[in-house]
């Protein structure tokens, strides 16, 4: 079946500028996470979403940073005037249920700020 | 504070040759522990995956896996390298008990095979 897929693959954004990045998990999938891949670094937990809500997020690393799943499926993380140390890798996974349930991740979208 | 642990950046083997990854984690109560792969332009993909019982786990693509409470390891070993399973190699872990969902990632190991 589908995994989980992310849009775009790459976006190249100005300083300052709004930017949206989308995921699309796995049908069924009632759990759904976002991670940051700096470079050169591991994934680092941004937030987890069960169902509609947001379960979990203590891992936005400030208000510029806002996440909806507004139908329980589809994932959209917005990042507000965008800076240059928020470059990166974002990835989405998805998983049935939380705990410990495995999750399966997305290719990720390559953000690059200008 | 929980924390996983690759102290290797980047290993080079030879094909056919063993492999060994080394992961510490430092948990309040045994975690959950897990193995990722992360090929270029891949998402993240499980090897192998720690609950309880067994402590020596079986994965996919011939990879295992021995959690050592003693030593607070889950290092990940394959016999015989192939070309294919140059990539970088993540360990992870997460709480057995509360917010068990987050994921806590090591930074990586990329494995480079020589032929």
């Known amino acids: 079946g589908a995994g989980v897929s992310q849009t775009p693959s790459n976006k190249v954004t100005e300083k300052g500028k709004y930017v949206e990045l989308r995921c699309d998990p796995i049908?069924?999938?009632?759990?759904l996470y976002w991670y940051r891949q700096s470079l050169g670094q591991g994934p680092e937990f941004l937030i987890y979403f069960q169902g509609t809500g947001a379960a979990d997020d203590s891992g936005l690393p400030n208000d510029r940073f806002f996440a909806v799943r507004p139908e329980g499926s589809v994932s959209t993380l917005k990042i507000q005037r965008t800076e240059r140390g928020d470059s990166a890798v974002y990835l989405c996974?998805?998983?049935?249920?939380?705990?410990?349930?495995?999750?399966?991740f997305g290719p990720g979208t390559r953000l690059l700020v200008l | 504070a929980q924390s996983v642990t690759q102290p290797d950046i980047h290993i080079t083997v030879s094909e056919g040759a063993s492999l060994e990854l080394r992961c510490n984690y430092s948990?309040?109560?045994?975690?959950?522990l897990f193995w990722y792969v992360q090929s270029p332009g891949q998402g993240l993909q499980l090897l192998l995956k720690y609950f309880s019982g067994d402590t020596l786990v079986q994965g996919i693509k011939g990879f295992e896996a021995e959690f050592k409470r003693s030593q607070s390891s889950f290092n990940l070993r394959k016999p015989s390298v192939h070309w294919s399973d140059a990539a970088e190699y993540f360990c992870?872990?997460?709480?057995?008990?509360?917010?068990?969902?987050?994921?806590?990632f090591g930074k990586g190991t990329l494995l480079t095979v020589n032929p």
């Open positions: 948990y309040g109560a045994t975690p959950y």
């Open positions: 996974a998805s998983s049935l249920m939380a705990g410990v349930e495995t999750q399966y």
């Open positions: 049908s069924g999938h009632t759990a």
């Open positions: 992870a872990g997460n709480n057995s008990g509360g917010s068990n969902y987050k994921l806590t």
